[in-house]
């Protein structure tokens, strides 16, 4: 009786415990990429594939809206996008985004390539990022190599090569429409749940094996960007580069010009780092950061020479031409915007020309009062200085010691005190 008890306590355990089974639902992942392709969108779309992969997710739906972006990003994501171990889906979205110039080439690289309704694809001719012009022969070459690099891509999934390469060489952008009727992309769904329905049993190639997807009803799990990438991203804006690297001058000026104040050199030199990781990811003019630096130094030789406003005229014209040409591209969403420039270049000018000329004119004053206030007061000797007397200064007498001898009478000029005995000299002949 006693071990029926214990088999019957064992069975009933065994059936209360949770089942340790893996659960059969599947699950999509979704991020969403809404700005340039750069170093930063390059490694959260890696590290997402990456967490789709050891999860065993579904599928990877990358929402895309991108004006396009740096061709090495672009085939940085397109080559762990081909080699990803689970179905990436590209959903260009919402109404009125695009997949542009980088975009495109990531679009046909998808497993599945989807639009929403409203949206555009196209002009992926590729620019030098620097903004100068190429020799015919090297753009060529560099034309050539993108094309041939985005017709594999469409040929690899089956879609128009074509239209493909014309979208490199002769920049056409086309509707989501015409794009499925072009068959440049696999679908058109409204929203996700209607994108979720319609690639549902889809069979797709995913690193040389077959794959049908499952993907109806399906939960959606959201990997978000994190504080981490929303900061570099932001970070990696012109603007905000710029903005941040004139910060990091006046810091270092602070700094300079009052020793052991601590914070604003702190300040400065964590804006500054901040400002040249942004530089990393953009094409930088050398010669434009180097005329922004000499812009500071004339407007500080300003404020301490009189040059009756030559050295703020050349200040100001170098700090112009330095922010228009320190990123020079042929791209507006890497170029920084003429509506920061001249407010910033004004700020400059007026923060070195009055307020910095206003406390370097405050140091240079003479003191009211104190020892050094009779610096360079006159008086007249009351009696014969050679080399101690007695002078008459401010109604009052003084000891004095001069180093030439002094008749009675003579005008003086004080240049010194030691304690209450005045070192003076000959006022005039």
């Not at 068959?183 to 049908?212: C, F, H, M, S, Y």
């Not at 040249?276 to 500080?300: D, H, K, R, T």
């Amino acid at each position: 009786m006693r071990n029926l008890l214990c088999i019957l306590v064992l069975a009933a355990g065994l059936f209360l415990l949770p089942s340790s089974a893996p659960s059969n639902e599947n699950t999509a992942y979704r991020i969403e990429i809404d700005g340039v392709i750069n170093p930063v969108a390059m490694d959260f779309i890696q590290k997402a594939i990456r967490k789709a992969e050891v999860d065993d997710a579904e599928c990877l739906i990358l929402q895309l809206d991108t004006p396009g972006g740096l061709g090495e990003s672009m085939r940085e994501i397109v080559k762990r996008m081909l080699g990803a171990k689970v179905p990436v889906i590209v959903y260009v979205a919402p109404n009125g985004a695009r997949a542009a110039s980088a975009g495109v080439f990531i679009t046909l690289a998808a497993h599945v390539a989807a639009m929403a309704p409203g949206t555009h694809i196209g002009a992926a001719h590729p620019v030098n990022v620097g903004g100068q012009a190429m020799e015919e022969e090297m753009a060529k070459k560099v034309e050539n190599d993108f094309a041939a690099y985005i017709r594999s891509l469409a040929e690899q999934h089956g879609r128009n090569a074509e239209w493909a390469e014309k979208a490199v060489l002769e920049s056409v952008s086309i509707t989501a429409d015409e794009a499925l009727k072009l068959k440049v992309i696999d679908l058109i769904a409204k929203d996700l749940p209607d994108l979720l329905e319609k690639i549902d049993q889809r069979k797709v190639t995913v690193n040389g094996e077959e794959w049908i997807l499952k993907t109806r009803g399906i939960p959606v799990q959201e990997i978000p960007k994190g504080m981490r990438y929303r900061i570099l991203d932001t970070l990696s804006n012109p603007n905000v580069a710029y903005i941040l690297m004139i910060l990091g001058f006046y810091g270092l000026f602070f700094e300079i010009s009052n020793p052991g104040a601590i914070l604003p050199g702190v300040v400065g030199g964590i804006c500054l780092i901040l400002a040249f990781y942004a530089f990393q990811s953009l094409p930088i003019n050398y010669a434009g950061l180097l005329l922004i630096i000499f812009s500071i130094i004339l407007f500080v030789a300003e404020a301490l020479v009189t040059s009756h406003g030559i050295l703020a005229i050349g200040g100001i014209i170098a700090m112009t031409l330095g922010s228009l040409m320190l990123i020079e591209s042929p791209l507006p969403f890497l170029r920084i915007s003429l509506a920061v420039i001249f407010p910033t270049v004004a700020l400059t000018a007026l923060f070195f020309l009055i307020i910095v000329g206003l406390a370097i004119k405050v140091h240079r004053k003479k003191h009211a009062s104190g020892p050094e206030a009779l610096i360079g007061e006159t008086g007249k000797a009351e009696t014969d200085l050679d080399p101690e007397g007695t002078v008459f200064l401010h109604s009052e007498l003084w000891k004095a010691v001069a180093p030439e001898r002094i008749e009675k009478g003579t005008k003086i000029e004080v240049v010194g005190r030691e304690g209450l005995v005045l070192k003076v000299k000959r006022k005039g002949p």
